[in-house]
């Protein structure tokens, strides 16, 4: 499968961005999908999980509550909305896949990634 990630940008702080990513592929409801960012000078950081069905999400602690991971397998789409943004959200976002049932929070378990997207958050 391939990934295509899109909706990033500026914006300022306590504002709101909705990221997407498409995916290529008739096989693209089998895969468990995540969120990623990589902040200048920093790791890339786990972000948000969903499982193939969409029936069960996972959030890392910095995002509870502001951010929502979403897909919608008829367009072969994944989503991240996110509200109230900081500063400190400011990074490149890369959607990734995984064909599984489980949920995947560690980015070595992901085969498939997205080019990434910069997002800024403005103080």
């Known amino acids: 499968v391939q990934l295509q990630a899109s909706g990033g940008g500026l914006v300022q702080a306590g504002g709101s961005l909705r990221l997407s990513c498409a995916a290529s592929?008739?096989?693209?409801?089998?895969?468990?999908m995540g969120w990623f960012r990589q902040a200048p000078g920093k790791e890339r950081e786990f972000v948000a999980a969903?499982?193939?069905?969409?029936?069960?999400?996972y959030y890392a602690n910095s995002v509870k509550g502001r951010f929502t991971i979403s897909r919608d397998n008829a367009k072969n789409t994944v989503y991240l909305e996110m509200n109230s943004l900081k500063p400190e959200d400011t990074a490149v976002y890369y959607c990734?896949?995984?064909?599984?049932?489980?949920?995947?929070?560690?980015?070595?378990?992901?085969?498939?990634w997205g080019q990434g997207t910069l997002v800024t958050v403005s103080s």
């Open positions: 990734a896949g995984q064909r599984t049932t489980t949920l995947v929070v560690t980015p070595g378990a992901y085969g498939y």
């Open positions: 592929g008739r096989t693209f409801s089998s895969y468990g």
């Open positions: 969903i499982t193939w069905s969409g029936g069960s999400t």
